[in-house]
Each structure stands twice: as structure tokens, then as C-alpha cells.
């Protein structure tokens, strides 16, 4: 197994969406799907960060509205036929070889084919591809051609098509996916060219492209644009065509319109092998300040992947962009594209190599933060309210249905009670200001405007003397009202509550860092206040997930053994999942994802719970036995919670959570976008828990304590400007600074 690569032998078209995600490649502007060009792909996809629209449907008779992550214009076409045969297409061709690579470490994808036509002549094809890390506006594809027992002429059609739709997730397909209108094409001294714009968002999108073989024959048709090119074949002797195209919007930077700026950057591009030789330079570069080094093919294998991935979703070509994180990568259409707490699990990862796009996805947030105030004022409360889900604006983009896919019912959906996303959101502006020593004043607003929210959503309670926070859901998300009750919404949920302290102590820090930041003592001294009198409950000897968590029924596990989904199956049996003690994923034990023993064990002793040392690891037996794992998520927090006292348990969760992508364990996702928050959490994994690296104001403190099946663990990171290497194994650690040994 080669560490650096990720291939595939054989086409199989049951798993191609698998293959088409995995193999995605984007520079952190846009990305394209790995999609075969040859044919119609099955889920062709190519999305820009941060282009979004929206579209009305209806759904159950209700006029419902979804903004989505547009599937741009399709810019791959390119497609091929012998002498007096049907233009290749995969899944009808006699195919003698069939394989496929993904190249991590320079960014290019793989493609060779051998196939033999109903003539019995045989043809070897083979593709490099690549999205350009080097020029953002730059995507390219190389097929070289070679005729292995005929001479004579191949036929070479490529393509810019704009008849795509949002179509690559089957639940959705119920919603309109016609996001792309006013289609126009055009061609102008050699270069093709196509644009669309979005319904409703107004954002025009442009593809021009320049193939490097003669004068082709150029057709236009109603938003598509192809080229016809003829290769006079010789037995043996390979004959290339290259397809160099460029992809603009009208929210780019420093453009007079996306047609001229995409025609201008698709003709001034250099040719393959030079567009190559940049784009594999800036890989190195990115691969110095992010590598990680695991011994095993397999993890290491994986690793990267995670890696790769993450960059090319957030890459410092994001960092000057308007955009946040979402949760599916650019890699599908799951979730719509949107953004919702997955930053919580990516950014530490990030502040540590590349702070300049941590403080990007940061500056996304607070670009919103009107949007946020005034989404919680119109609710009563203070400060800034931050969406479940975010897209374009800072609107709340989540659904108020969903359908599940297993009773095939759409059903209301609460989820937006999910308010502990504005304290995912603080949690990332600490870190950024802990690893890199600096609290812009914008940062601290945006902090303070959260800290001012979640403190007016605590409501002094007369009778217990203690402050509650109600209506609301937890990270769990199986549980979103109680069972029989009017509302939705639960009381005291004690990730919720406890992460609402840890936040208002860290108002308070802020304000001693920025001393001239507007707060009343008044405020002030309420923040206090909450931080020693919040409500949180206990049963069984450990910290209740909400107020009546332990009167809800036991599930019979064993009947359910293996379902990850239970609440879709659930329902689908005429019953409810807010009825058992049941989670699809970590809430209560995010606290110890985030928190030390010692800072989660302080904030109870300052509310005044008395603690004991077995708290924190009943809890954890006590979730763990009752969590199904319905979010690739869950692994993630489970591995960092047993890591320190159940290591095997620690690397099983661990494991799964590398492998959930790369083996699909939920059957189907991956196919509709990568898990973006399990890779960084993964990545994070590594370096905080496993390598035991704690940031605080003074300082870092390394702690490594490797699971057995990890003999080394070696890494850069970068820290308040120092770059800094770190090696370990099971009986030491050593760090380089600059060339010097510590």
C-alpha cells in the first residue's frame, strides 16, 4: 500500500458516487468531483465555496424554501470513439484494464483505461487531472491516447455543460435543483466559453476552456458548448490532447466580468506540464506545514487523506474568501453545503499550521454577526444568536421538515434549537487567540456578542436559586422536546450549561485583554453570577445530559443492535426516540472533548457540585453504552475521551472514525460529500490527545501518550509564529525549534 496514494482497479459503477467523493480535487476555491468525464457521470459536481442559491419547492403541500450549495456548470466532458463506433462510455465498453489513483502528495488524479471496440481494435487511455492550488481559477486535464494494434482516426468531443442540476442526493430529490439560468455560449480565438447565473442569488458563473490540438469544430446548443477534434492515431505512438479551462464568479476579487476574466485566465495559462509543475510546488508547500508522520501504510494512508481533503476545502486560498466550514466539504450535496458546528473539530488542527485561514473562517462568522443580533432580538434574547445551519447571509438555513428516508415520511424538524453552535464558535476564537497570541478587537466582539446571548438565555430560577437554560437542544440531536409536550425544546442541557460558564469566564479574560471593550457592571456582574449558580443535573452518580434525562425508558438495545439511525427507525416503527435514553452521538461527553478534567472538575466546583474523582469516567461508560453513533462525529469524541483510560476501546473509535469515509461505515454518505468535521477531528486526534498538546496563555504543554498500535508520531506546528517540530514515541519527546534540539 502505498501511503500517498488511494487507487481503485476495475470499474464498478455500484460504487462510483464512493470513488467520485474520495477522489474529489479543489484548491479551496472550488473543487470537482472525481467523476468520470467519459459518459454521463453519475453524480457530476463541480461547487464553488460559498455559491449558493435559492429555490422554492413543494413539499407535502406546504411551499417550502432550501438554499443549496450550487452544482456549477460541468467543465470535465471529454469523451472519445474508434472509426465507425459509438462514442466510449464506461459502462457499455468491452474494458480490458480499468484503474484509477488518487495522488496526494502532488494533487493529481489518475485515470487509465484500456478497452476494445466491437472491431477488436484495443486503445490504452490515460488521464492526469488537477484543480490548481498554485492559480485558484485554473483546472485542467491531460488524455493521452495511444492505438495499440490500429492506425487511423480518433474522434474527441469535450465539453463545457451547464445542464447540470442538484440532483446527487436522492432524499433531496424532491426539491428543485434548478439553480443555473440565462445560460450563454460562445467561442473566441480558440477558447470556449461558457456562463449561467443563479436564480435567485444573481451569481454569474463562467468556464473557459482551451484545448491544445489544432482548430476544432465548435457546436453550441442550448447551455452546452463542445469541441470536435479528430487525432490521426498510429499503432503504438501516443497522441495527447489537452483541456486547460478556467472557472469564475462574480464574487471574485479584482474582476471586470466573469466571461472576460474567465477567457483571459483560461488563454494565459500555460500548458499542462508547466501548470503541473506550479500546482505540485504548492502542494510541497502545503505538505511542509501540514504533514504528519505515523508508522503503518494503512493509518498513514488515511491521515493523509484526512489532510488532503481538509486543504482542499480550506486551503489559503480560502483564507481571503467569504466562506465558512461546511460540513461536506465541496465534495457533494449532503446537507445542502451548508455550515454548521463541524469548524468546532477543524479549526484547532488549523490554528496550529495555517492561522491565516482559521482567522478567515473566523471573520465569516463575524461578517454575520448583524444577522445574528437581529435573529436574537426577534427571538427576546441579547447579543448574537447564530444559526444551526448557515449559507450565504447568516440566515437560519435549516429545514423545517426532513424527509426519512426509511418510512419515507417528511417530518417537522427542530434542530434549529441547536443554540450550543454560537459556543462551538467562541470555543474556536479562544484557541485562535491561545495558539496565536493575538485577539483582534473583532474577534473579541464577536466572542462578547455570544457571551452576551447565552447569558440572557439563562433564567434565574426563584425556587432552586439556580440559573436554567430551556428550550433547547443538545449536541444528541435524537433528543428535541420531551415526550408528550407542546413545545419543542428541552431544559438545562449540560453541555450546553457548562460550555455557557466556561464561556463566560472567558468574557471576562477578554475583557482584561481589551480593557477599552464596552461592557456594563451591571452585565458584568450577572456574568458572574451565572458562572456559580447554572443548573446542572446528576442521576445514577453522573451528569445528567437534561433535566428529566433519567426518567425517560431504557431502549432494548438488543433489538436495535447495529442501527445507527435510530431515529429513523424508530419512527419508521410508529415510535419516538425522545422517548429512551438513547444518543446518535457525544453531548455530554463533548465536554470532555473540549475541557480538561481539571477545567470541567473547576467549573463544578465553582457551581458549588460536589465531584468526585469517578465522575468523569462513569459518565463516560454510562453515554458510551447508550450512544448508537449515528454521526461519523460521535468516534471521533469517544477516542478522545477513553484515550487516557481505555486505550484499546480509545484506538477502535479512533480507527473507525479514519476509516468512515475511505469504507463508508454509514453505508451510503460518503457518496454525497466527505465527512469534513471526522477528518479534522481525526487530524486533532493526533495532535492534542494523542500527542498531549495543551495551549495555554503561558505556553504549550506536550503530554504525549501513544496508543500501542502507534509506535511514532511526528509533527509541525506552528505557535505564536514559531515553527516547531515534534517527534515522539512510547519513551520520549523531543521538539526542534528552528533547527535547534530542546
Not at 56 to 73: A, D, K, M, Q
Not at 156 to 174: E, I, P, Q
Not at 613 to 637: C, F, K, M, Q, W
Request: proline residues 5%.
Amino acid at each position: 500500500m502505498n501511503p500517498w496514494s488511494l487507487s481503485y482497479e476495475g470499474y464498478d459503477p455500484a460504487s462510483e458516487g464512493l470513488r467520485e467523493a474520495l477522489c474529489t480535487l479543489g484548491n479551496g476555491r472550488f473543487a470537482t468531483r472525481g467523476a468520470s468525464p467519459d459518459g454521463r457521470a453519475r453524480t457530476p459536481g463541480t461547487y464553488a465555496a460559498g455559491c449558493y442559491n435559492r429555490l422554492p419547492s413543494t413539499v407535502e403541500g406546504r411551499l417550502v424554501t432550501n438554499e443549496e450549495l450550487v452544482n456549477l456548470p460541468d467543465w470535465l466532458p471529454l469523451t472519445f470513439a474508434t472509426p465507425g463506433v459509438a462514442w466510449f462510455h464506461p459502462e457499455r465498453a468491452d474494458l480490458l484494464e480499468y484503474r484509477q489513483e488518487l495522488d496526494m502528495r502532488h494533487g493529481v488524479l489518475l485515470r487509465e483505461l484500456r478497452w476494445r471496440d466491437r472491431q477488436d481494435r484495443v486503445t490504452q487511455v490515460r488521464q492526469r487531472r488537477l484543480v490548481s492550488m498554485a492559480d485558484p481559477r485554473l483546472a485542467a486535464l491531460e488524455t493521452t491516447f495511444t492505438a495499440e494494434n490500429w492506425t487511423g482516426r480518433l474522434r474527441v468531443r469535450a465539453a463545457l455543460d451547464g445542464r447540470v442540476t442538484n440532483s446527487g442526493v436522492a432524499r433531496y430529490r424532491d426539491l428543485r435543483g434548478d439553480h443555473l439560468t440565462c445560460h450563454a455560449t460562445g467561442a473566441l480565438d480558440g477558447v470556449t466559453w461558457l456562463t449561467a447565473m443563479t436564480r435567485s442569488s444573481g451569481i454569474i458563473v463562467a468556464l473557459a476552456a482551451r484545448t491544445d490540438s489544432g482548430e476544432p469544430r465548435v457546436t453550441e446548443e442550448p447551455g452546452c458548448v463542445t469541441t470536435d477534434h479528430v487525432l490521426d492515431l498510429v499503432e503504438n505512438e501516443p497522441a495527447t490532447l489537452t483541456k486547460i479551462v478556467a472557472l469564475t464568479t462574480s464574487r471574485d476579487p479584482a474582476i471586470h466580468d466573469p466571461r472576460s476574466a474567465a477567457i483571459r485566465a483560461a488563454r494565459r495559462a500555460p500548458h499542462f506540464d508547466a501548470l503541473l509543475a506550479q500546482h505540485a510546488a504548492a502542494w510541497e508547500g502545503l505538505w511542509e506545514r501540514a504533514g504528519i508522520d505515523v508508522d503503518g501504510p494503512e493509518i498513514a494512508q488515511i491521515v493523509h487523506l484526512h489532510i488532503f481533503h481538509l486543504l482542499q476545502t480550506l486551503s489559503p486560498h480560502t483564507a481571503d474568501l467569504d466562506v465558512g466550514v461546511p460540513a461536506r466539504g465541496l465534495h457533494g450535496e449532503a446537507y445542502r453545503g451548508h455550515v454548521f458546528w463541524d469548524e468546532l473539530f477543524v479549526l484547532p488542527w488549523l490554528n496550529l499550521r495555517f492561522p491565516e485561514i482559521s482567522l478567515g473562517l473566523l471573520r465569516y462568522r463575524w461578517r454575520r454577526l448583524p444577522e445574528a443580533r437581529a435573529a436574537a432580538r426577534a427571538s427576546g434574547f441579547d447579543g448574537a444568536m447564530f444559526p444551526w445551519q448557515s449559507g450565504s447571509d447568516g440566515q437560519e438555513e435549516t429545514q423545517t421538515t426532513h424527509l426519512n428516508p426509511v418510512s419515507g415520511r417528511w417530518l417537522p424538524d427542530n434542530s434549529h434549537l441547536q443554540r450550543h453552535v454560537g459556543l462551538g464558535i467562541a470555543y474556536n476564537v479562544w484557541q485562535h487567540y491561545l495558539a496565536t497570541g493575538s485577539m483582534p478587537p473583532w474577534c473579541a466582539e464577536l466572542l462578547l456578542e455570544i457571551a452576551r446571548f447565552f447569558a440572557s438565555l439563562a433564567v434565574l430560577d426563584p425556587v432552586s436559586g439556580r440559573y436554567e437554560i430551556r428550550g433547547v437542544m443538545g449536541p444528541d440531536e435524537y433528543h428535541e422536546t420531551y415526550p408528550g409536550a407542546a413545545s419543542p425544546g428541552l431544559a438545562n442541557n449540560a453541555y450546553t450549561n457548562i460550555m455557557t460558564v466556561w464561556l463566560l469566564r472567558r468574557a471576562r479574560d477578554t475583557m482584561r485583554l481589551l480593557p477599552g471593550l464596552p461592557a456594563t457592571a451591571h452585565e458584568l456582574s450577572r456574568w458572574e453570577d451565572i458562572t456559580r449558580r447554572v443548573r446542572v443535573d446528576f442521576h445514577d452518580g453522573v451528569i445528567s445530559q437534561f433535566t428529566g434525562y433519567a426518567d425517560l425508558k431504557d431502549l432494548d438495545w438488543e433489538r436495535y443492535h447495529g442501527v445507527r439511525r435510530l431515529d429513523r427507525a424508530l419512527e419508521a416503527d410508529g415510535d419516538d426516540v425522545n422517548r429512551y435514553k438513547a444518543s446518535k452521538q457525544a453531548d455530554t461527553l463533548m465536554l470532555f472533548y473540549l475541557l480538561t478534567a481539571e477545567e470541567l472538575l473547576d467549573i463544578l466546583d465553582g457551581l458549588n457540585y460536589l465531584a468526585d474523582p469517578g465522575l468523569i469516567p462513569r459518565t463516560i461508560h454510562y453515554y458510551l453504552d447508550r450512544t448508537s453513533h449515528g454521526s461519523t462525529l460521535s468516534a471521533v469524541v469517544h477516542a478522545w475521551a477513553l484515550a487516557r483510560s481505555d486505550r484499546a476501546r480509545s484506538w477502535h473509535f479512533f480507527t473507525e472514525a479514519l476509516r468512515s469515509d475511505i469504507e463508508d461505515v454509514q453505508h451510503g454518505t460518503t457518496a454525497e460529500g466527505i465527512h469534513l468535521g471526522a477528518m479534522g477531528g481525526t487530524l486533532d486526534l493526533l495532535q492534542r490527545c494523542y500527542l498531549g498538546l495543551e495551549i495555554h496563555a503561558d505556553g504549550l504543554r506536550l503530554d504525549p501518550l501513544l496508543p500501542d498500535q502507534l509506535r511514532i508520531l511526528s509533527m509541525p506546528v506552528r505557535f505564536r509564529g514559531t515553527h516547531i517540530q515534534i517527534d515522539a514515541d512510547h519513551r520520549r519527546a523531543r521538539t526542534f525549534t528552528r533547527g535547534n534540539r530542546s
